[in-house]
């Protein structure tokens, strides 16, 4: 079992950077590939970015690429989403996740065991 707990959301203006946090806490975070997502009223829930075991690969949606960075530290036990040049199509609801899942990096949230409570994201043009 691991528990998440995000962090770092708000209100930002276009063009601007958050970085996200997810603080896990139980067992072997080291072992848990991780990932982001997230949703807005009505839609479902979608995949941001990943990161594997070692961080060494890390998949992302399209149209976070060359913006968000995924990152981890397997010492704090923390997972990272730095995010810049933010847009408001970015806001959302974002959540971090978990998965024992051995041999590949899930990129759908039918993939993910464990769930934080999510941090909201609000971009203003």
């Known amino acids: 079992q691991v528990q998440l707990v995000e962090s770092g959301g708000g209100l930002v203006q276009a063009g601007g950077s958050l970085r996200l946090s997810c603080a896990a806490s139980?067992?072997?975070?080291?072992?848990?590939?991780m990932g982001w997502f997230r949703q807005t009223p009505g839609q479902e829930r979608e995949f941001v970015a990943a990161?594997?075991?070692?961080?060494?690969?890390?998949p992302y949606i399209g149209s976070v690429k060359g913006r968000f960075t995924i990152s981890r530290d397997n010492v704090k036990n923390t997972v990272y989403l730095q995010m810049n040049s933010l847009k408001p199509a970015d806001s959302a609801n974002y959540y971090c996740?978990?998965?024992?899942?051995?041999?590949?990096?899930?990129?759908?949230?039918?993939?993910?065991?464990?769930w934080g409570q999510g941090t909201q994201v609000t971009v203003s043009s």
């Open positions: 990161i594997s075991r070692s961080g060494a690969s890390t």
């Open positions: 139980g067992r072997s975070f080291s072992t848990y590939v």
């Open positions: 996740a978990a998965t024992a899942a051995r041999f590949v990096i899930p990129t759908t949230a039918q993939g993910y065991d464990y």
